[in-house]
């Protein structure tokens, strides 16, 4: 990686999730706003936490471990323990698979009853 802020992709996405998308997300709630809130807060950060900012760690993670620098490789395999000790979160289990079946039998259910509802 580019040793300057904002040499990186990864710097502009973190930052746009961060500070863009998470600060609407934020004055949204503030201003009583539910469609800044949401759509163009909390969804964008959910959408580009897990579709642009983990798959650029994980390909920072696969270029260090196939580096034949040592510190490279030290580092890719301290990012890969920091990036599954926080998908590994309740918070993240429903993106990794490893959901609680109880609780997604109860997601489930409720998604059907919403569907069902709506039927025509």
Known sequence: MKPVKFGNKIDFTWFEIWHHEGRRA????????????????????????????????????????KSSDAKKQEAAKNLQAVLDKKLSSDDHKWYTGKMDPAEKAAREKAAAEFRKRYEK
């Open 26 to 65: 934020r004055h949204g709630a503030s201003m009583m706003g539910p469609d800044y809130t949401h759509w163009h807060g909390t969804y964008e950060v959910a959408k580009h936490f897990y579709t642009k900012f983990i798959p650029e760690l994980e390909e920072l993670i696969e270029k260090g471990m």
